[in-house]
Nanobody, 115 residues
Framework: QVQLVESGGGLVQPGGSLRLSCAAS????????MNWYRQAPGKERELVAE????????NYVDSVKGRFTISRDNAKNTVYLQMNSLKPEDTAVYYC????????WGQGTQVTVSS
Protein backbone atom coordinates (compact mmCIF):
# COMPACT_ATOMS: atom_id res chain seq x y z
CA GLN A 1 0.00 0.00 0.00
CA VAL A 2 0.99 3.62 -0.44
CA GLN A 3 3.00 5.01 2.46
CA LEU A 4 4.42 8.49 2.97
CA VAL A 5 6.54 9.10 6.06
CA GLU A 6 7.71 12.62 6.87
CA SER A 7 10.57 13.52 9.16
CA GLY A 8 12.79 16.47 10.01
CA GLY A 9 10.45 18.88 11.71
CA GLY A 10 11.22 20.64 14.96
CA LEU A 11 11.62 23.92 16.78
CA VAL A 12 13.84 26.53 15.16
CA GLN A 13 14.51 30.22 15.73
CA PRO A 14 13.49 32.82 13.15
CA GLY A 15 16.07 32.94 10.39
CA GLY A 16 17.02 29.31 10.91
CA SER A 17 16.81 26.32 8.60
CA LEU A 18 15.29 22.86 8.54
CA ARG A 19 15.22 20.07 5.97
CA LEU A 20 12.12 17.90 5.78
CA SER A 21 12.20 14.45 4.23
CA CYS A 22 9.40 12.25 2.97
CA ALA A 23 10.08 8.58 2.31
CA ALA A 24 7.59 7.08 -0.13
CA SER A 25 6.66 3.49 -0.95
CA UNK A 26 3.94 1.47 -2.63
CA UNK A 27 3.86 3.23 -6.00
CA UNK A 28 6.28 4.03 -8.88
CA UNK A 29 7.79 7.06 -7.21
CA UNK A 30 9.71 8.52 -10.14
CA UNK A 31 6.55 8.69 -12.25
CA UNK A 32 4.61 11.07 -10.05
CA UNK A 33 4.65 14.70 -9.02
CA MET A 34 5.23 15.04 -5.29
CA ASN A 35 3.89 17.86 -3.15
CA TRP A 36 4.50 19.47 0.20
CA TYR A 37 1.50 21.04 1.93
CA ARG A 38 1.25 22.77 5.28
CA GLN A 39 -1.53 23.58 7.70
CA ALA A 40 -1.25 26.21 10.38
CA PRO A 41 -3.64 26.32 13.35
CA GLY A 42 -7.01 27.72 12.30
CA LYS A 43 -6.06 27.86 8.63
CA GLU A 44 -6.74 25.73 5.58
CA ARG A 45 -4.13 23.35 4.28
CA GLU A 46 -2.11 25.01 1.51
CA LEU A 47 0.20 23.76 -1.20
CA VAL A 48 3.74 24.91 -0.47
CA ALA A 49 5.79 23.29 -3.23
CA GLU A 50 5.61 20.62 -5.90
CA UNK A 51 8.12 18.79 -8.07
CA UNK A 52 7.55 16.71 -11.19
CA UNK A 53 8.55 13.05 -11.40
CA UNK A 54 11.87 13.66 -13.06
CA UNK A 55 12.58 16.69 -10.92
CA UNK A 56 12.75 19.01 -13.88
CA UNK A 57 10.00 21.38 -12.84
CA UNK A 58 9.13 22.90 -9.49
CA ASN A 59 6.53 25.35 -8.25
CA TYR A 60 6.21 27.26 -5.00
CA VAL A 61 3.63 29.32 -3.22
CA ASP A 62 4.66 32.97 -3.36
CA SER A 63 5.27 33.23 0.38
CA VAL A 64 8.16 30.74 0.29
CA LYS A 65 9.81 31.58 -3.05
CA GLY A 66 13.51 32.21 -2.63
CA ARG A 67 13.54 30.59 0.83
CA PHE A 68 12.35 26.99 0.30
CA THR A 69 13.68 24.42 -2.16
CA ILE A 70 11.96 21.16 -3.06
CA SER A 71 14.04 18.30 -4.43
CA ARG A 72 13.84 14.54 -4.84
CA ASP A 73 16.07 11.50 -4.99
CA ASN A 74 14.31 8.91 -7.10
CA ALA A 75 16.89 6.26 -6.22
CA LYS A 76 15.85 6.64 -2.57
CA ASN A 77 12.13 7.26 -3.17
CA THR A 78 12.45 10.41 -1.11
CA VAL A 79 11.36 14.00 -1.54
CA TYR A 80 12.88 16.86 0.46
CA LEU A 81 11.95 20.38 1.45
CA GLN A 82 14.88 22.60 2.39
CA MET A 83 13.56 25.55 4.36
CA ASN A 84 15.84 28.54 4.94
CA SER A 85 15.25 31.97 6.48
CA LEU A 86 12.33 30.57 8.41
CA LYS A 87 9.71 32.97 9.75
CA PRO A 88 7.16 32.56 12.54
CA GLU A 89 4.42 32.44 9.91
CA ASP A 90 5.98 29.24 8.54
CA THR A 91 4.87 27.47 11.71
CA ALA A 92 2.59 24.62 10.66
CA VAL A 93 2.28 20.89 10.27
CA TYR A 94 3.93 19.96 6.98
CA TYR A 95 2.54 17.08 4.92
CA CYS A 96 3.90 15.11 2.03
CA UNK A 97 1.33 14.33 -0.66
CA UNK A 98 0.91 12.43 -3.90
CA UNK A 99 -2.10 12.23 -6.21
CA UNK A 100 -2.66 8.75 -7.63
CA UNK A 101 -6.31 9.19 -8.59
CA UNK A 102 -6.78 9.59 -4.86
CA UNK A 103 -4.77 11.91 -2.65
CA UNK A 104 -2.44 10.19 -0.23
CA TRP A 105 -1.00 11.97 2.80
CA GLY A 106 1.71 11.34 5.30
CA GLN A 107 1.17 11.77 9.02
CA GLY A 108 2.74 15.22 9.00
CA THR A 109 5.69 16.75 10.81
CA GLN A 110 5.45 19.81 13.05
CA VAL A 111 7.57 22.86 12.25
CA THR A 112 7.62 25.59 14.87
CA VAL A 113 9.49 28.85 14.26
CA SER A 114 9.82 30.82 17.45
CA SER A 115 12.37 32.65 19.53
Amino acid sequence: QVQLVESGGGLVQPGGSLRLSCAASGFPFSTYTMNWYRQAPGKERELVAEITGGGGRTNYVDSVKGRFTISRDNAKNTVYLQMNSLKPEDTAVYYCNVYLGLRYWGQGTQVTVSS
